[in-house]
């Protein structure tokens, strides 16, 4: 079993910034691609940004200069900085992990969601 675990959402300021941090846990081998979605009330989910093991990242062209993903391979976190928020920012974001484990290669996990809302 894998568990992702987010944190770090809440009430921001038009302005303001947030950090977001996902944690994997379980019987994980190896960890290929993490990374962000986020879904806005009636919209569909969207690619905010992901982040493959050896760094290389792809983001969203609504949040490139504003937002930068990382992530910590020693401990299965990846993490989003979200500086100069707008009010469009407002979702659920959801964490993603492409996870090996022993038994199986490549399942995708997801967290639970953490609510972000920037106020104008």
């Known amino acids: 079993q894998v568990q992702l675990v987010e944190s770090g959402g809440g009430l921001v300021q038009a302005g303001g910034s947030l950090r977001l941090s996902c944690a994997a846990s379980?019987?994980?081998?190896?960890?290929?691609?993490m990374g962000w979605y986020r879904q806005a009330p009636g919209k569909q989910r969207e690619l905010v940004a992901r982040?493959?093991?050896?760094?290389?990242?792809v983001s969203a062209d609504s949040v490139k200069g504003r937002f930068t993903i990382s992530r910590d391979n020693a401990k299965n976190t990846v993490y989003l900085q979200m500086n100069n928020m707008k009010p469009e920012d407002t979702a659920v974001y959801f964490c993603?992990?492409?996870?090996?484990?022993?038994?199986?290669?490549?399942?995708?996990?997801w967290g639970k969601g953490t609510l972000v809302t920037v106020s104008s």
């Open positions: 993603y992990a492409e996870v090996t484990t022993k038994d199986r290669y490549g399942m995708v996990y």
């Open positions: 379980g019987s994980i081998f190896s960890i290929n691609d």
């Open positions: 982040i493959n093991s050896g760094g290389s990242t």
